[in-house]
């Protein structure tokens, strides 16, 4: 869900339509979509009837970071694969 969300930004998607692509219920969506949002990686706009869910880019990011950081403890040699990987994700 979270991918899919990433995958549609900046525009978001309908809590509907995600349930949609993913095959999932939509109450068991919401309960996914609740806990991300109050994890605060995913962010909601009401458009009429609608709920519009987006991937909150710079909290995944800052998680990311700390998680990296946290892990290594200073130890690059640890955290170097890693690095190298996201990079090349980057790059493609």
């Known amino acids: 869900m979270f991918r899919l969300l990433v995958r549609h930004e900046p525009d978001?998607?309908?809590?509907?339509?995600?349930?949609?692509q993913l095959d999932v219920p939509q109450n068991t969506m919401?309960?996914?979509?609740?806990?991300l949002?109050?994890?605060?990686?995913?962010?909601?706009?009401?458009?009429?009837?609608?709920?519009?869910?987006?991937?909150?880019?710079?909290?995944?990011?800052?998680?990311?970071?700390?998680?990296v950081k946290d892990c290594c403890e200073g130890r690059a040699e640890l955290c170097h694969p890693l690095a190298d990987e996201l990079l090349a994700c980057r790059a493609a």
């Open 30 to 35: 919401s309960a996914h979509l609740g806990i």
């Open 12 to 20: 978001g998607l309908a809590a509907g339509e995600i349930a949609r």
């Open 37 to 67: 949002a109050r994890a605060g990686l995913v962010r909601s706009e009401r458009y009429s009837r609608s709920i519009i869910y987006r991937a909150d880019l710079d909290a995944l990011r800052a998680l990311m970071l700390f998680l």
